[in-house]
């Protein structure tokens, strides 16, 4: 009894790493003499969950039906339709994951040409039904359970037909979608009202719908272990560098078997300095975004599932740009761009800012705004710097609640709880009325940039700024600022530095990134993401002997 069931084990075991039991000596059926010598499924192997990929299909219909239930784990989402057709002389089934699959292409392009149709005889009948019976967009032959499984997986439907050793993977997916909709992270107040959704064939499509160029190139590969991620890289061939977009497409490749469910996990996974609190790699819904970084020269990164893109260089000065900024006129866009600067360094700046001044350097402030402060700080128990992380820590929290509450409740429990709680503190003698209005101000401007991802950092190196400020005063935080700064200068992003144009760059490429100059006086191409200005000008006077 010990050794029957000792002997179980090792073989439950032995299957789990994979190894399969070898099939018994059988009759090879006569339709299957041409094929290779691997080994066929007959009963031995099918009702084995790990059936191996390269298993030979048998020329019977059951028996590869039974062998794909149990590849999949007899799961319920699995559709199998047995026919025969009008004149009993075909038997077929047609198998599909359920939910995924075009219903109305699965009988008006399948079965019922099938049931109708008697394919001619005298040739392969998988590929007589393939050529003259079924009629969707694509389809292939699996000789394979493996090729049959993973067709199923990426939505396609599998036609077994009796007394055939290989199938048809057809192509009748039709995944789930929510429609295209306005921006909901990066609202613009004018421009296209167009986002980019989670299936990446729509993804792509919005971005043919912008770029109608004949250079707009798409290339798709496949990252992940178990996710099995579609990633497609979209790029200008006449504008973007060769060596950007083969550094993007090594990067990617490099993932291995890391599971991607999101953009934001492969970005974090190809960016230059992972340990850079700063976002090295724009994270964009919006389809002009994207279409407009194309037109410079970049490259834009689409992966299935995500409703984001991944812009490839993005330089810190990106960060500040929105759409409207070229939408409406360049006076009103360059006075946005100095105020989202201002913003992101009051935002960082604001809270060290007051400790160092109200703890260290009070002689720094004019006489009547130091007495001010010192009499909203009267009778105030704690010390600036556990007044600045109380309330900071407090706000965390409040953002964290209105996002985490019910859309209905959330803007009002926010709203709310932060009148709440800074007024009762104040009256508590907590903390005093010149912090409230310092957090208020930091919070506002933490969310006055057009990149929320920059925003995050600023809160994050906020409590940097305040651990100097606190240990060193103002000069502290001149000294936390400098190492901020020149930790940015030392980044790269795709090859190209962090800071361009600004350090290095030339003067008129310096001033565009705060300056936004009018349409006609914009350079045609910006230098600092190396775009192929040279064979840029061939291809275009190519293009006008084309035409």
Not at 29 to 57: N, Q, R, V
Not at 293 to 300: Q, S
Request: net charge neutral; charged share 20%; with cysteine.
């Amino acid at each position: 009894m010990a050794d029957r069931a000792s002997r179980g084990w090792r073989k439950t075991r032995k299957h789990r790493r994979g190894t399969a039991v070898l099939p018994r000596e059988t009759s090879v059926p006569p339709e299957s003499t041409a094929e290779s010598p691997s080994p066929h499924m007959d009963d031995a192997l099918i009702g084995a969950s790990d059936l191996p990929p390269e298993t030979k299909l048998a020329a019977d219909l059951e028996p590869n039906v039974r062998a794909l239930r149990s590849a999949l784990g007899d799961t319920a989402d699995l559709v199998v339709t047995r026919r025969t057709s009008c004149d009993k002389r075909l038997a077929f089934a047609l198998c599909y994951l359920n939910g995924i699959i075009d219903a109305r292409a699965i009988e008006e392009a399948v079965l019922r040409p099938l049931a109708r149709r008697t394919p001619p005889g005298g040739r392969d009948v998988t590929l007589a039904i393939e050529e003259s019976v079924v009629d969707v967009a694509s389809s292939k032959r699996a000789a394979t359970m493996g090729e049959v499984v993973e067709g199923l997986l990426k939505a396609q439907g599998v036609l077994f037909i009796e007394g055939a050793a290989a199938a048809l993977v057809l192509e009748l997916r039709e995944w789930p979608q929510r429609q295209v909709d306005d921006p909901k992270d990066e609202a613009a107040v004018r421009g296209p009202g167009e986002s980019f959704i989670e299936l990446l064939i729509t993804n792509v499509a919005l971005v043919r719908r912008h770029v109608r160029n004949r250079y707009l190139r798409v290339r798709t590969m496949e990252v992940g272990g178990e996710t099995k991620t579609t990633v497609a890289l979209l790029y200008l061939d006449n504008l973007a560098d060769p060596d950007l977009v083969a550094e993007v497409r090594r990067r990617i490749e490099g993932v291995g078997d890391r599971n991607i469910l999101d953009s934001a996990h492969l970005a974090g996974l190809i960016k230059d300095s992972p340990w850079s609190p700063f976002p090295l790699l724009w994270n964009t819904e919006r389809v002009d975004r994207a279409t407009g970084y194309l037109l410079e020269g970049r490259v834009v990164i689409l992966t299935d599932g995500s409703p984001g893109a991944i812009i490839a260089p993005t330089t810190f000065f990106d960060l500040f740009a929105a759409p409207e900024d070229y939408y409406f006129s360049f006076y009103y866009g360059t006075i946005l761009r100095f105020i989202r600067l201002i913003n992101a360094l009051l935002a960082m700046t604001l809270p060290p800012l007051y400790i160092s001044l109200v703890s260290y350097n009070v002689e720094m402030l004019p006489t009547k705004l130091a007495l001010l402060i010192a009499g909203t700080r009267q009778g105030i128990p704690i010390p600036a710097l556990i007044e600045v992380v109380l309330i900071e820590l407090a706000m965390e929290a409040l953002r964290e609640a209105s996002v985490r509450m019910p859309r209905a409740m959330g803007q009002t429990i926010g709203v709310v709880g932060a009148l709440i709680l800074g007024t009762a503190a104040v009256q508590a003698g907590i903390i005093s009325n010149m912090m409230v209005i310092v957090v208020a101000v930091t919070a506002i401007t933490s969310f006055a940039m057009p990149s929320y991802q920059l925003g995050v950092t600023t809160r994050v190196l906020k409590y940097f700024l305040v651990a100097w400020a606190a240990v060193f005063g103002t000069y502290g935080l001149v000294l936390g600022f400098s190492i901020i700064l020149a930790h940015q200068i030392g980044l790269e992003s795709f090859g190209v530095p962090y800071f361009s144009p600004a350090a290095p760059g030339t003067a008129k490429q310096a001033g565009s990134t705060l300056l936004r100059f009018p349409l006609f006086l914009l350079p045609h191409e910006p230098g600092y993401v190396d775009p192929l200005a040279r064979r840029h000008g061939r291809l275009r006077k190519q293009e006008r002997d084309y035409e």
